[in-house]
């Protein structure tokens, strides 16, 4: 995670903040814009990170170069998430438009919830994105033509707490 810290006024970081807007603390981080493979600077930096969630937390801002970019309320709650298909440890036979993975997910706050999917083929040492961002409580896998040992995780997040279940399965094409 990051380390705490003072963010510069031309430089990036996040805010927690108390419902009554005192700062709780602030995580500094660079932003690298120039890809040392490409000619051009990126317009576009997509990133991650996990910050600590300190008591009172009300709100994580994200500031960059001319103050706040960004905010996001935290909830009192985190969603909850089951995989309903396929079912963890079964023989799932497939067919030419892939395998279908279903989930279902709530949020005692009402909030609105996104997914990300990944699979592995390696039982669980490399993943692969299969979707992000995603609004539905579906998605399919690609088509195998082979017998394979698949690994599925999905996470629900309403934007800052989540909830992740993982099953494993064995297709026969």
């Not at 994200?62 to 079964?90: C, F, H, R, W, Y």
């Not at 996470?155 to 094409?173: H, I, N, Q, W």
């Amino acid at each position: 995670g990051l380390a705490q810290g003072i963010i510069r006024p031309d430089g990036w970081g996040n805010v927690l903040r108390e419902a009554n807007n005192n700062m709780l603390a602030s995580y500094p981080f660079e932003v690298v814009w120039q890809d040392p493979e490409e000619a051009e600077p990126r317009v576009l930096v997509p990133f991650n990170h996990r910050i600590d969630r300190l008591p009172g937390t009300a709100s994580i801002e994200l500031i960059g170069p001319g103050g706040m970019k960004a905010t996001q309320e935290v909830s009192a709650n985190a969603p909850e998430l089951d995989i309903l298909m396929p079912v963890d440890g079964s023989v799932v036979r497939g067919g030419k438009e892939g395998i279908a993975i279903q989930w279902k997910a709530s949020d005692q706050d009402q909030d609105k919830l996104q997914y990300w999917v990944q699979y592995s083929l390696d039982e669980g040492k490399n993943w692969i994105p299969l979707g992000d961002e995603i609004q539905e409580n579906t998605v399919s896998l690609p088509p195998f033509q082979r017998p394979k040992r698949i690994k599925v995780k999905v996470y629900a997040t309403d934007g800052v707490l989540s909830d992740m279940k993982e099953v494993a399965f064995r297709l026969v094409p």
